[in-house]
């Protein structure tokens, strides 16, 4: 039978000594390891920001539109979260601290009341995700630091979504609009292959035929 997690246990993960840890184990979703760096993942490159110049815009169905600047944003309630965050690249991380604004407190400081059941995140270099409102509703935060320092350009400053219970490509860094919908939309990874809902204790890495991603590949990209 074909059984990746035979696979997995077999798996040798170079220069993570933190991939076993018992203690953990009922919070590691199938087919994940554990590491305690910080891989660095994204298409494209890493954007530079003009802060005067940096909005977060908020628009599309059942709001008027709206501009918040970094400024205006930081003067929001300031919540920190911390969860673990589990990549479709395989790995996960236990206990991240991130600090910003829930989605849900920015909804309610703006009055935006708008129903529509879907969003499109939009960020920078050409990302776009799509995330159903009711996934931020919860503990969804719209983070400008981690472990109490502000993100690293790499991580996403000035701003990244951080939903802690979707695979990782959900979170987008870089954001610069969410766009509410009437109706589901497809963003990049969600057009390229990976699963729309993306839950990774239910392993919804795609949507077809899986990907050939080697089990080992996120081992190789750049780290903090
Ligand atoms: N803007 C943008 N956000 C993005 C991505 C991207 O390519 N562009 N990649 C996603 C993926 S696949 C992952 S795993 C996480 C990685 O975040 P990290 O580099 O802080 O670990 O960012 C997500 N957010
Ligand atoms: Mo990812």
Same mark, same amino acid.
């Given at each position: 039978?074909?059984?990746?997690?035979?696979?997995?246990?077999?798996?040798?993960?170079?220069?993570?000594?933190?991939?076993?840890?018992?203690?953990?184990?009922?919070?590691?979703?199938?087919?994940?390891?554990?590491?305690?760096?910080?891989p660095i993942l994204h298409?494209?490159?890493?954007?530079?920001?003009?802060?005067?110049?940096?909005?977060?815009?908020?628009?599309?169905?059942?709001?008027?539109?709206?501009?918040?600047?970094?400024?205006?944003?930081?003067?929001?309630?300031?919540?920190?979260?911390?969860?673990?965050?589990?990549?479709?690249? *395989?790995?996960?991380?236990?206990? =991240?601290?991130?600090?910003?604004?829930?989605? #849900?407190?920015?909804? %309610? !400081? /703006?009055? $935006?009341?708008?129903?529509?059941?879907?969003?499109?995140?939009?960020?920078?270099?050409?990302?776009?995700?799509?995330?159903?409102?009711?996934?931020?509703?919860?503990?969804?935060?719209?983070?400008?630091?981690?472990?109490?320092?502000?993100?690293?350009?790499?991580?996403?400053?000035?701003?990244?979504?951080?939903?802690?219970?979707?695979?990782?490509?959900?979170?987008?860094?870089?954001?610069?609009?969410?766009?509410?919908?009437?109706?589901?939309?497809?963003?990049?990874?969600? *057009?390229?292959?990976?699963?729309? =809902?993306?839950?990774?204790?239910?392993?919804? #890495?795609?949507?077809? %035929? !899986? /990907?050939? $991603?080697?089990?080992?590949?996120?081992?190789?990209k750049?780290?903090?």
């Amino acid at each position: 039978m074909h059984s990746k997690a035979e696979r997995l246990k077999g798996m040798k993960t170079p220069g993570t000594a933190a991939a076993v840890k018992p203690e953990l184990a009922h919070r590691l979703p199938p087919g994940q390891v554990w590491t305690d760096r910080f891989p660095i993942l994204h298409e494209g490159e890493v954007p530079q920001y003009d802060m005067a110049e940096w909005t977060l815009r908020l628009f599309g169905a059942g709001l008027e539109e709206r501009t918040l600047t970094y400024a205006e944003l930081m003067k929001l309630p300031q919540t920190t979260l911390r969860c673990d965050i589990h990549c479709v690249t *395989r790995w996960s991380k236990a206990d =991240t601290q991130w600090t910003g604004v829930r989605f #849900r407190d920015l909804l %309610e !400081e /703006l009055g $935006i009341r708008s129903k529509a059941p879907y969003l499109m995140i939009h960020a920078d270099t050409d990302y776009e995700t799509n995330v159903p409102l009711k996934d931020l509703l919860g503990d969804a935060l719209l983070a400008h630091s981690y472990n109490g320092e502000p993100l690293t350009p790499k991580h996403g400053w000035p701003l990244r979504l951080v939903v802690p219970h979707l695979y990782f490509w959900k979170s987008a860094k870089w954001i610069r609009g969410i766009e509410f919908m009437t109706e589901d939309r497809t963003g990049f990874w969600e *057009r390229n292959g990976f699963h729309n =809902t993306a839950d990774p204790f239910r392993e919804e #890495r795609f949507s077809g %035929e !899986e /990907l050939p $991603i080697p089990e080992d590949e996120w081992v190789h990209k750049d780290y903090d």
